[in-house]
């Protein structure tokens, strides 16, 4: 199972981005997904995620309504819509596969991380 992520950049404060992360050798759809990041010295944390039940999604309060996660069974892949960004926002941002939360060892497969900038 290989996940790799793409569209990290440096952006200004305020704009948008989107984050994509494909997976090859199983299916995301069957899966509990979730995007985490981590910043300068900081502990990885859980900040989207979509339940492998129901689907339902969860987000954490510092991106909750700016960010969004989905994904597209057809391109087997999953994204990270992120809007109205601050410098905050800055960090290695991860996706990862197979498990549920924001726990990071509860899951089991991991993007390699791409970096997000956020600064004037």
């Known amino acids: 199972v290989q996940l790799v992520e793409s569209g990290g950049t440096l952006v200004q404060p305020g704009a948008s981005l989107r984050l994509s992360c494909a997976a090859s050798?199983?299916?995301?759809?069957?899966?509990?997904v979730a995007w985490f990041r981590q910043g300068p010295d900081k502990e990885r944390e859980g900040i989207a995620s979509?339940?492998?039940?129901?689907?339902?999604?969860e987000y954490a309060d510092s991106v909750k309504g700016r960010f969004t996660i989905s994904r597209d069974s057809a391109k087997n892949t999953m994204y990270l819509q992120m809007s109205s960004l601050k410098p905050d926002d800055t960090a290695v941002y991860y996706c990862?596969?197979?498990?549920?939360?924001?726990?990071?060892?509860?899951?089991?497969?991991w993007g390699q991380g791409t970096q997000v900038t956020v600064s004037s």
């Open positions: 990862a596969m197979g498990g549920y939360g924001f726990e990071p060892d509860a899951y089991n497969y």
């Open positions: 050798g199983a299916t995301l759809a069957w899966y509990g």
């Open positions: 979509i339940h492998y039940s129901d689907g339902s999604t």
